[in-house]
């Protein structure tokens, strides 16, 4: 099964809430007009590994992405001031 929209619905009926703040499903679609967003654990877009897959809310998918892209940049700094 690859990356597509059967894997991703298989992933939320398995967890059927966000593994974070528990709102379910069918609530988050009420709520926001879209399903629960379904991450990779560890960052890798090509492992599709079923548990590297939980799904979560819009809110905390946002959360870690921006988390990401903070430590990314922060060790990023860090590696140019030791390698200057």
């Given amino acids: 099964m690859g990356w597509n929209g059967s894997l991703k619905d298989k992933i939320r009926q398995r967890d059927k809430r966000c593994v974070i703040c528990r709102i379910r499903n069918e609530y988050?679609?009420?709520?926001?007009?879209?399903?629960?967003?379904?991450?990779?654990?560890?960052?890798?877009?090509?492992?599709?590994?079923?548990?590297?897959?939980?799904?979560?809310c819009i809110k905390h998918h946002r959360s870690i992405i921006m988390y990401y892209i903070e430590m990314q940049d922060y060790f990023h700094a860090k590696l140019l001031k030791l390698i200057n």
């Fill in 28 to 56: 988050h679609k009420e709520l926001f007009g879209t399903q629960l967003e379904v991450h990779h654990i560890d960052g890798n877009k090509e492992n599709i590994k079923e548990d590297n897959l939980i799904s979560l």
